[in-house]
């Protein structure tokens, strides 16, 4: 990797979910969390294998071999879904265990917020028979999106993992700076043709404005444009002039189609970091999901997930509530970042002048959790009281 690229090491801080139809007890989980207790040098240099250490190998496999059967038939024992504390592209995972690397793991992925599906990272069809240094490096495929959180499959004992540490970069450049610098030279090179008429073959009509374009750069890259052109030119073969017989958009905006040939030609996205941004960015979306250009949809999304925070949430949800393109997942993000201000959120213009129906999807989604969270710390608080009146009476009487 780069040194020229954000490099970024975390270890899984958070377990979300647990799912296991193993009756063994899975508290030692939140052990996981954290850098490993040990010293490095334990997982890093060869040992000799103790008496008892090599008992426990045997029983082990045992166990992973019994619980390999039920995996394959449907019954998996354990899935862990942890979270790191930033989004990340995620190029390795390093799982430290006290014995026997990569005998309890059967399949790594990350959660594809955008797509709200799980990407494999890596996967093999029985536990793997490793040997020492007892870090477990799978070669994980490298996620395209930024990711914070993980899911493991295990297959056998989950005691015998120490730590999860996750590493990669906030860009995701794969290749070194001077690729990176040749591409983003030729992305700028090929924004210099956005609407220039140097060498435009085809014109299109949009708000009453004409636009040029050149027909090789928007077949190469849309499938869309491509059958939109071929059927304009078998229509109007007998002019020869495109600036006179330009293809006519009808419901569209001049600067949302901007967005869409700015990304044909470079890839990128570009908008103002202000309050028209988010709508922009929907608006976008939806159009690319027209245009059959679920890259750059992605791309809209990414961004607007990236841009959601306490003061724009009420905003932000109010925009996407009513897009078809906008996943349910996104909108679940917001009722997240709204849950965690609520107190914020609720005395907010935004909030008080939300729609009636909006407010009660809001209310709908947010105030049960904030019950459960009330419900949660009463207890704790209730625990905590009549823990220290016990030791107070046992002191007392004793």
């Known amino acids: 990797m780069s040194q020229n690229k954000k490099e970024v090491s975390q270890w899984v801080s958070e377990v979300l979910n647990v799912e296991s139809k193993s009756e063994k007890n899975l508290e030692y989980l939140y052990s996981v969390l954290g850098p490993v207790k040990k010293d490095f040098d334990f997982y890093i240099y060869e040992q000799q294998e103790i008496p008892f250490e090599a008992e426990l190998s045997n029983l082990i496999e045992s166990e992973i071999d019994q619980e390999a059967k039920n995996h394959f038939k449907g019954v998996f024992m354990h899935e862990i879904v942890f979270k790191i504390d930033e989004k990340i592209f995620i190029e390795n995972i390093n799982i430290y265990e006290k014995i026997c690397p990569g005998s309890t793991i059967l399949k790594l992925e990350a959660f594809d917020f955008v797509n709200d599906e799980w990407f494999l990272l890596w996967q093999t069809s029985k536990p793997l028979d490793a040997s020492k240094p007892k870090i477990f490096t799978p070669a994980i495929n490298p996620t395209p999106f930024k990711a914070d959180t993980v899911r493991l499959t295990v297959c056998g004992s989950i005691y015998l993992i120490d730590g999860i540490e996750i590493k990669g970069n906030k860009f995701g450049v794969e290749d070194d700076q001077t690729e ?153 993000l917001c009722y997240e970042v709204i849950l965690e201000n609520f107190e914020t959120i609720s005395q907010s213009e935004d909030f008080c002048s939300l729609d009636q129906y909006l407010m009660h999807k809001v209310i709908q989604n947010v105030v049960p959790k904030l019950n459960e969270i009330k419900h949660s710390i009463d207890e704790d608080h209730s625990n905590s009281n009549y823990y220290e009146i016990n030791s107070y009476y046992v002191e007392e009487k004793g």
Do not use: W
Request: charged share 25%.
């Open 180 to 332: 990176y610098q040749e591409a983003n030279s030729l992305s700028e090179d090929l924004g210099n043709l956005i609407a220039n008429e140097l060498f435009a073959d085809v014109y299109f009509e949009v708000e009453g404005k004409l636009i040029p374009a050149h027909k090789n750069i928007l077949v190469c890259r849309s499938e869309y444009f491509e059958e939109l052109i071929d059927s304009h030119l078998k229509m109007s073969s007998s002019c020869s002039n495109p600036e006179k017989n330009p293809i006519y958009l009808k419901d569209m905006e001049h600067h949302v189609f901007m967005q869409i040939l700015n990304y044909i030609y470079t890839g990128l996205v570009k908008y103002d970091n202000d309050n028209s941004a988010s709508a922009l960015l929907i608006r976008v979306a939806e159009v690319a999901r027209m245009f059959y250009l679920d890259e750059l949809r992605n791309l809209c999304l990414y961004h607007l997930s990236e841009m959601i925070n306490e003061k724009n949430v009420i905003r932000i949800f109010n925009e996407a509530f009513d897009s078809c393109t906008i996943p349910g997942i996104f909108l679940d």
